[in-house]
């Protein structure tokens, strides 16, 4: 299963980003998908996921600023990051949890990054 994730750049604080990524491969049924994120000198930390059924969960921190949807039929996920500010700058990673042939497996992609300038 590949995860190939797209839209990080740099952007100044106020502005917006929307990342996206689709999963590939052997996946019988994806449960979950969402984003992570790290920055530097900081552990990973939960920013989104959304569920088959599209319940959502945010981090306080983004609550009301981002916005995490996907499509089902093309196994894709997106965060839209509106009202962006420096401490949103991190490496964000794709997030799935679903079925392949070895059973219920977890997945990361390689990481986006978006920066955020004062």
């Known amino acids: 299963v590949q995860l190939q994730a797209s839209g990080g750049g740099l952007v100044q604080a106020g502005g917006s980003l929307r990342l996206s990524c689709a999963a590939s491969?052997?996946?019988?049924?994806?449960?979950?998908m969402g984003w992570y994120r790290q920055a530097p000198g900081k552990q990973r930390e939960l920013v989104a996921t959304?569920?088959?059924?599209?319940?959502?969960n945010y981090a306080d921190s983004v609550k009301g600023r981002f916005t995490i949807s996907r499509d089902n039929a093309k196994n894709t996920v997106y965060l839209q990051m509106n009202s962006l500010k420096p401490e949103d700058t991190a490496v964000y990673y794709c997030?799935?949890?679903?079925?392949?042939?070895?059973?219920?497996?977890?997945?990361w992609g390689k990481g986006t990054l978006v920066t955020v300038s004062s």
């Open positions: 491969g052997s996946i019988l049924s994806i449960y979950v």
């Open positions: 959304i569920t088959s059924g599209s319940n959502t």
């Open positions: 997030y799935v949890r679903g079925v392949a042939t070895r059973g219920v497996m977890d997945y």
